[in-house]
């Protein structure tokens, strides 16, 4: 099976002159074959774009609104297909890829409301008979470059607000996984959207991306992904004068206090800390504790881990899935050495896997090291794969210190019965996510989803506020006086 991509409506082989095979991580077999594209394919995208964005920007947003819900409805329908896909592809357990795809779907039928508001202002105007407002303008064309940690849920965050907007949108999927997006382009095309509203671009390494940030018609960049190269869409944006958004790393921790619920705090730990194999921006990796209980929740943590079946995703028993591959394992192995050199105590884990059933595939064992000083290299930096490090406080103040320590600012997570502490914990929490009694995973789609600091640079992923990214504030003054009035003379 070979991909190709999905341009003003039609499917077209990438320009490029090399293949890329996507392989499955939990088995390393080779799913299918992409022909990488290249700058000629994004010029012939932006143009049919360009094109499209004209008589899209005039179709009223609540008719822009009914393809999101055919596109909801044909997700629904294709649920296990797609999380089946999702899983071969990337390896999170079968459970999350549904859970994925679900929130996918309610991002269609949320933004599919949004049609109908899209809520702009009226304000009073200073001078008499004259009427001020303020509307979301669409910008234009779009560039979108996601990840593969989240292959659809995180494509529809971006492009579902994008459309209902007005835009149309140059879509770049990571090159680990085409085959999500593949599907995507398919159900643009049966409910048909007109031609170049949706178009789907498969590209690596640098090339297509840099060509979506440099086209002087591509007018904002969606991006979510490491650091590193979200520094570099940032550098090269700002230089093209874009509006640049996004969403890049975590070290996201969970708080325990002395007066937690254990039980529901190690539950919340695991789900948050080796769900998706740790390969979430919201996973946590840091747990930073309450000396009184410390011991009593290594305890339990390492109880609970002895029951992590680890294996392929598709095997419904399993829990702790492959991670996206080679480079990957050597990275958080990597890691796992530098914690070892750096003092902390390794308590569980900490090996690559290659046990009979795991062979081919890219397995690490869940990991635990206690005993982690809170600036050691192991707890400032994102490892992005199943280890967590155990750091002892003596208060709530000492820990929102800790917290607050990292470059990164995504999500956090507070386990407490006081109602003060965890007040207090919401307001002082340096992070765009805050949870009490619950894990760092799980971000609604109707909600702000992004982070302060090194995480990004202000803007933010679903909710409302996704608006923000895909609209332009347009103030309107209509004057129906007869006369010319002066704003700021005529008012005294
Ligand atoms: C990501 O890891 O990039 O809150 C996104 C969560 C998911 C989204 C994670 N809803 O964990």
Request: negative net charge.
């Amino acid at each position: 099976m070979q991909l190709n991509n999905y341009i003003n409506g039609s499917w077209q082989d990438g320009g490029g002159a090399d293949y890329t095979a996507v392989v499955n991580p939990a088995n390393g077999e080779t799913l299918c074959d992409v022909r990488l594209s290249g700058k000629s394919d994004v010029d012939e995208a932006v143009k049919a774009a360009k094109r499209a964005q004209k008589e899209w920007a005039l179709v009223p947003a609540p008719k822009r609104a009914d393809y999101l819900y055919e596109i909801g409805r044909l997700m629904k329908e294709r649920k296990e297909h797609l999380a089946q896909v999702l899983t071969k592809e990337m390896g999170k357990v079968i459970e999350e890829g549904r859970g994925e795809v679900q929130e996918g779907i309610d991002m269609a039928f949320y933004m599919a409301g949004e049609g109908r508001r899209l809520f702009g202002e009226t304000v009073p105007s200073e001078l008499q008979d004259k009427f001020a407002m303020s509307v979301r303008a669409p910008i234009g064309v779009v560039g979108l470059i996601t990840p593969w940690n989240f292959p659809v849920a995180i494509a529809t965050w971006k492009s579902f607000p994008a459309i209902v907007a007005g835009n149309t949108f140059i879509w770049k999927p990571a090159t680990e996984t085409p085959m999500m997006a593949y599907e995507m382009a398919k159900i643009f095309d049966e409910v048909g959207l007109p031609p170049g509203v949706a178009n789907v671009v498969f590209g690596s390494g640098g090339e297509v991306g840099t060509a979506m940030i440099e086209h002087p018609d591509i007018r904002v960049i969606s991006f979510t992904g490491s650091t590193e190269t979200g520094r570099r869409v940032a550098e090269l944006g700002g230089r093209h004068l874009k509006k640049v958004s996004l969403e890049m790393g975590g070290k996201n921790a969970v708080i325990v206090m002395d007066d937690a619920d254990l039980d529901l705090a190690v539950e919340g730990i695991l789900w948050s800390a080796f769900g998706t194999a740790g390969q979430r921006c919201t996973a946590c990796s840091r747990v930073i504790v309450h000396r009184d209980v410390k011991k009593e929740l290594e305890q339990r943590l390492l109880e609970q881990m002895k029951g992590l079946t680890i294996g392929d995703g598709l095997d419904e028993s399993v829990k702790v899935g492959p991670v996206i591959n080679a480079p990957a394992l050597e990275k958080i192995h990597g890691y796992v050495e530098i914690g070892k050199k750096e003092g902390a105590k390794l308590l569980a884990g900490g090996r690559i896997l290659d046990d009979e059933g795991l062979k081919g595939g890219y397995y690490y064992e869940p990991t635990l090291f206690t005993d982690v000083k809170w600036d050691s290299r192991i707890a400032q930096e994102e490892i992005f794969g199943p280890v967590i490090s155990l750091i002892e406080v003596d208060s709530l103040d000492e820990a929102i210190e800790v917290n607050n320590s990292v470059t990164y600012g995504l999500s956090s997570s507070i386990f407490t019965r006081d109602v003060n502490q965890a007040f207090r914990a919401q307001r002082d929490l340096d992070t765009g996510i805050v949870y009490v009694n619950a894990g760092t995973t799980g971000a609604e789609i109707h909600l702000p989803f992004g982070g302060t600091k090194g995480t990004g640079n202000g803007h933010r992923d679903s909710g409302v506020a996704a608006l923000d990214v895909f609209t332009e504030w347009k103030s309107i003054y209509v004057d129906y006086s007869g006369k010319l009035q002066r704003a700021q003379i005529d008012t005294e």
